[in-house]
Nanobody
Framework: QVHLVESGGGLVQAGGSLRLSCFVS????????VAWFRQTPGKEREVVGV???????DYAESVKGRFTISRDNAKNTLYLQMNSLKPEDTAVYYC??????????????????WGQGTQVTVST
């Protein structure tokens, strides 16, 4: 059974940085496309960035140049380095995974496996 666990959220001032981690178990890490999403109350879950075993990543326009996704296959872990944080980045951040053979997607509904989420709060 595939299981995802996020960590690293917290409270940070605007302009600060945080690094989130997503540990994936229950399968070979390279068999998954893994993505970061975020969600605020009353809104749909939106993609932050998508990563696959090829090592590349796609990012939402709102975070390009500020957020970086990296992947450590040996640790089965995906990271989200968030710099120059803004109050509008405040959200619950989730990692999601889907089987790599299904291809890439930026839609939350296309992901089969989810973590419990970690809260990121950026204060002014």
């Amino acid at each position: 059974q595939v299981h995802l666990v996020e960590s690293g959220g917290g409270l940070v001032q605007a302009g600060g940085s945080l690094r989130l981690s997503c540990f994936v178990s229950g399968g070979a890490f390279s068999d998954f496309v893994v993505a970061w999403f975020r969600q605020t109350p009353g809104k749909e879950r939106e993609v932050v960035g998508v990563n696959w075993s090829g090592g590349s990543a796609d990012y939402a326009e709102s975070v390009k140049g500020r957020f970086t996704i990296s992947r450590d296959n040996a640790k089965n872990t995906l990271y989200l380095q968030m710099n120059s944080l803004k109050p509008e980045d405040t959200a619950v951040y989730y990692c999601g995974a889907r089987d790599v053979w299904r291809g890439l997607s930026t839609r939350a509904s296309d992901y089969s496996y989810w973590g419990q989420g970690t809260q990121v709060t950026v204060s002014t």
